[in-house]
T-cell receptor, first 112, second 111 residues
Framework: DAGITQSPRYKITETGRQVTLMCHQTWSHSYMFWYRQDLGHGLRLIYYSAAADITDKGEVPDGYVVSRSKTENFPLTLESATRSQTSVYFC???????????FGPGTRLTVT | KQEVTQIPAALSVPEGENLVLNCSFTDSAIYNLQWFRQDPGKGLTSLLLIQSSQREQTSGRLNASLDKSSGRSTLYIAASQPGDSATYLCAVINYGQNFVFGPGTRLSVLP
């Protein structure tokens, strides 16, 4: 019972590079979310998806791109990484009809 | 815009104490409130979910209450243990919107 997994768990990249963070869930949950967690800001929503091929912006979407071609996967791409995108990124999911969210273990991204 | 605050920011107690963590929100028209636990370097683990029609939820030594009219929720931890040491976050969701998280309370339970 894998639940929700994220990869990589740790990533160091350079400014200007493209980086993709992966999220996979085995529950067939309709909704999936990407958050970033920073000291002083708490958890902030980047993007979310209500179903395959349906995505929408959250509070801090600039500099990020998402896609959802399959229900179980929700990759987050930083098209041109900046130092301000150094953060811990969490993926979460929930099923239709319930607002209880389940979180992945997180990806710690450092942009140098 | 919904804003969520948590008091205290950090708390240190001796083992065995009962304690209360507080969560406040500015918009009382919430749908749910969820309490999470986060261990250092880990993801969030759901503890309790309270729907807007409920006033409290219990799980083991944890009890969460919700008072929508005053914009408050409390998480009560009975007989605290060192294993309870973690950061506790609350999150609220308004109708048709997404979760807004509080900044968390960092709890240390000393043996």
């Amino acid at each position: 019972d894998a639940g929700i997994t994220q990869s990589p768990r740790y990533k160091i990249t350079e400014t200007g590079r493209q980086v993709t963070l992966m999220c996979h869930q085995t529950w067939s949950h309709s909704y999936m979310f990407w958050y970033r967690q920073d000291l002083g800001h708490g958890l902030r929503l980047i993007y979310y998806s209500a179903a395959a091929d349906i995505t929408d912006k959250g509070e801090v979407p600039d500099g990020y791109v998402v896609s959802r071609s399959k229900t179980e996967n929700f990759p987050l791409t930083l098209e041109s990484a900046t130092r301000s995108q150094t953060s811990v990124y969490f993926c979460a999911s929930r099923r239709q009809g319930s607002y209880e969210q389940y979180f992945g273990p997180g990806t710690r991204l450092t942009v140098t | 815009k919904q804003e969520v605050t948590q008091i205290p920011a950090a708390l240190s107690v001796p083992e065995g104490e009962n304690l209360v963590l507080n969560c406040s929100f500015t918009d009382s028209a919430i749908y749910n409130l969820q309490w999470f636990r986060q261990d250092p370097g880990k993801g969030l683990t759901s503890l309790l979910l309270i729907q807007s029609s409920q006033r409290e939820q219990t799980s083991g030594r944890l009890n969460a209450s919700l008072d929508k009219s005053s914009g408050r929720s409390t998480l009560y931890i009975a007989a605290s243990q060192p294993g309870d040491s973690a950061t506790y976050l609350c999150a609220v969701i308004n109708y048709g919107q997404n979760f807004v998280f509080g900044p968390g309370t960092r709890l240390s339970v000393l043996p």
